[in-house]
Nanobody, 118 residues
């Protein structure tokens, strides 16, 4: 059984910063790519940022230059540093990872709320 547990969400004023964390636990053999998605009210879930096992990163255009994704392979943890937050960043943020236990599967965290007040 694999679990992804997010933390770090909350309420912040526009222009502020938050750092999200997502720790994977369980019978993990290896973790391939890890990612952050978000889902705003009334909108579809969208990809925010990804990081490969080799730390290659990609970002949605809307967050480039403001958000930074990183990972600590020793801790099976992925982070999302969010700076210069805007009201439009308000959403539930979900961690996602491709993890090998006895097979390669995709896993989701439970989500953490980020609210940016303008």
């Amino acid at each position: 059984q694999v679990q992804l547990v997010e933390s770090g969400g909350g309420l912040v004023q526009a222009g502020g910063s938050l750092r999200l964390s997502c720790a994977a636990s369980g019978s993990i053999v290896s973790i391939n790519s890890m990612a952050w998605y978000r889902e705003a009210p009334g909108k579809q879930r969208e990809l925010v940022a990804t990081v490969t096992s080799g730390s290659t990163t990609k970002y949605a255009d809307s967050v480039k230059g403001r958000f930074t994704i990183s990972r600590d392979n020793a801790k099976n943890t992925v982070y999302l540093q969010m700076n210069s937050l805007e009201a439009e960043d308000t959403a539930i943020y979900y961690c996602n990872a491709w993890i090998t236990t006895n097979s390669l599967r995709n896993y989701w965290g439970q989500g953490t709320q980020v609210t940016v007040s303008s």
